[in-house]
């Protein structure tokens, strides 16, 4: 019998092993690849998290267990009325007391644990900020930033007050002399100041007239587009909410109620629909699977307005008479927000503040 040639064995076993580390790296390499793709697409880092916060002063629960996450991105808007604890919430992720029950993370930093760290990563602002009257908006600034280990420079402390929208005069006036305003916007800069990935504002724009208002909510939106900060806000403005807040949760008297994103606030657009025959119709909407409702008068088809003409077009060709349309309102955040707090049966008048 023939001897197997040692080289040739050797060519093929040294063959076999290359090829086969290189399908393993080639495998490897690609669940590497997909798995970082895959993690990259659906795993968001987490800027904030509550878990089970619950605050008691004597026989006051003030706070009952809150569980909220807000994700890196985020504008998270916190509603409630007068006393329902969104403040308490925002001085507990301070660190200003302490939760009786229930723990936070702030971009995985456990806290109370963890403060320290975490505090370098959020700035914000806690109802009226306080700053010294007799020092200027630039000394106070300056002052504020000397605790921290952010060291701006004035040039730094100009661009943000400007920023902020805060008239450069005003930096060198005494902060006793500024407007409610005017230190609403001086609190944001300084809030600002630490360049933080995660800024928690409580009622940033109470007090503030139209600029200002827009101007803040656009400091907002820009700080999130441009430079990635994630917002965790409390306000009682529904509007400026519904304007800015990509999430909203609801709390009253310290329960939280609700958490959605501000689209499932709304409803989807809907159409009433009066047409004859009503059960061909209906036959219809099955066939089309389109989600509708009916009423003693009407059938509201979820639709987009734009979907309206060719929908017409199908009912006409079917021999479908249409007697009536018109849109169905959605619900502004403001009637959703008073449902939720005091039942189907609330109406939308405005929040007493
Ligand atoms: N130090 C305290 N001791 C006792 N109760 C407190 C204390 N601080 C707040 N509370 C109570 O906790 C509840 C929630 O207060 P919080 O300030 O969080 O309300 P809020 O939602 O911020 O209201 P607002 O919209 O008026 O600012 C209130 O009933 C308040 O009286
Ligand atoms: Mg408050």
Do not use: W
Request: glycine residues 6%; proline residues 5%.
């Amino acid at each position: 019998m023939e001897q197997p040639n040692y080289n040739t064995f050797l060519n093929l076993f040294s063959t076999s092993v290359i090829s086969s580390l290189i399908v393993f790296c080639c495998l490897k390499g690609t669940v590497y690849y997909l798995t970082h793709l895959l993690g990259g697409a659906i795993i968001k880092s987490i800027a904030l998290k509550l878990n089970h916060i619950t605050k008691t002063f004597g026989k006051n629960t003030v706070l009952r267990e809150i569980t909220l996450q807000v994700e890196a991105g985020d504008i998270f808007g916190l509603l409630g009325n007068n006393g329902a604890g969104k403040t308490i919430t925002i001085r507990i992720i301070f660190g200003l007391i302490k939760p009786t029950a229930g723990r936070f993370s702030i971009f995985d930093q456990l806290c109370p644990a963890n403060l320290a760290q975490a505090k370098r990563l959020m700035g914000g602002l806690v109802e009226v900020s306080s700053f010294y009257p007799n020092l200027t908006g630039q000394e106070n600034l300056s002052f504020l930033a000397s605790l921290s280990s952010f060291k701006p420079t004035k040039k730094e402390i100009e661009k943000l007050t400007d920023k902020v929208g805060l008239d450069s005069h005003l930096l060198h006036c005494p902060v006793g002399t500024y407007s409610h305003g005017q230190k609403q916007r001086l609190a944001i800069a300084q809030a600002l100041l630490p360049l933080p990935r995660l800024l928690v504002l409580d009622e940033p724009t109470s007090g503030l007239d139209p600029e200002g208002l827009i101007a803040i909510r656009n400091l907002i939106l820009e700080l999130n587009r441009e430079s990635g900060i994630t917002f965790f806000i409390s306000s009682h403005e529904l509007d400026e909410v519904e304007k800015i807040c990509n999430k909203v949760a609801i709390i009253d008297q310290g329960r939280l109620l609700k958490v959605a994103t501000i689209d499932d606030f709304r409803s989807k657009p809907c159409f009433n629909f009066k047409v004859e025959p009503v059960n061909l119709f209906i036959h219809f909407l099955q066939e089309k699977k389109l989600s509708f409702s009916a009423n003693k008068d009407y059938i509201a088809v979820e639709i987009e307005e734009e979907d309206v003409p060719a929908f017409l077009q199908e009912l006409t060709n079917l021999s479908l008479k249409v007697y009536q349309i018109f849109p169905e309102k959605a619900p502004s955040l403001e009637e959703v927000f008073l449902q939720t707090v005091k039942g189907p049966q609330a109406d939308a008048s405005p929040l007493g503040n």
